[in-house]
């Protein structure tokens, strides 16, 4: 039997360290590891025997979380990566190639949509944007050149779920993988695996760590794709040039991917956790369910408070019956839709800027997942070089606060934005 989710967030991947008993996870903080003999060092490098060389492609604290994640999403195998960031490039670099394209949202993490669009043109990748609610859509912008679709799970900034089951349909369908990042909603929240998808990445900074310490990502692999079966993916299935000619899928199968991401992909990019990282993000992921649970909790209580209170004008949060997004809310993502929405306030730019200097319990901040209550008032901080219409495209128009709510009491949450909104509209 397969053990429950609370159990596998404290055990997985993980058990008393062989060499001292130590009952949590150490922090192996070496950059490299000696070989028994130099056969052991060649069978290493021959990828024919698993083991450590050097912690810029592998470390046990760091292996420890990436077999924690991967038990968590259901995968069979993660890679960890020194931010979220990281993690996306990681997880299409095997993919792709100059002249190639992805399919994804239009509905993006600000930082993700800069990637996706700047980043790319230097690497020759294109992204193209569309309306992820039309799954219809989706379909028709995949052409013979695009190698993935991309999408959030639960869609930064104003919180809407995706219908990750009908996007890994039309995935299917062009056989391409399906690649969800999984941030926001966590896999306590929604199992992107489960619903169809091929890749997960993370932005570990955020739930997973939980209390804002510091930067990670992780690519999941859930090991289903047959990278062989269309000849679109060269660098798992035929002989790698960088990796003296192995074949990745045909010699690794469902680990393929995973082993790719580390024998070349952080080999050669160099993209890596630290294992300092890794055990501030070990220690937060024990408690992921107990932090998810309440940070939904509240952040209900919350949006409900505000869509009634007269001195706001509308709560996204797709928790609430009057979302657009409710019933499929309740169908995909029944524990809850996170806790990351937007709330457009009366009183426009202005009450926005008041808004956010009289908080005293939130902090205004750029980031989201902690356990502390974060805000954040995108046209006048990370949208400001845009136009009013663009930040209005974006969902961060001159009215619109983000909220990340925290797992404080909800009655003080609720408080504080009483007492700052009074501020505000005075
Ligand atoms: C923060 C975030 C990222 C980027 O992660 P970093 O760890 O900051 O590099 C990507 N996607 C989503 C949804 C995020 O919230």
New binding site residues.
Partial sequence: MTQGFDTLQIHAGTEPDPATGARQVPIYQTTAYVFRDADHAAALFNLQEVGYIYSRLTNPTVGALANRIAALEGGAGAVCTS????AQIMALYPLMGPGLNIVTSTRL?G??YTQFTHVFRRFGWTAKFVDFDDPAAVAAAIDDNTRAIFC?SIA?PAGVPTDIPAIAKVADAAGIPLVV?N??ATPFLCKPIDMGATLVVH?T??YLTGNGTV???AIVDSGKFDWSASGKFPSLSEPEPAYHGIKFHEALGPMAYTFYGIAVGLRDLGMTMNPQGAHYTLMGIETLSLRMAKHVENAQKVAEWLEADPRIESVSYAGLKSSRYHALAERLYPKGVGALFTVAVKGGYDACVKLVNGLELFSHVAN?GDTRSLIIHSASTTHRQLSPEQRAAANAGDNVVRLSIGTEDAADIIADLDQALAKASA
């Fill in positions: 931010s979220g960031h990281a993490y930082g993700t959030e930064n990042d941030t926001s932005s900074t955020k930067t990670g990502g989201l």
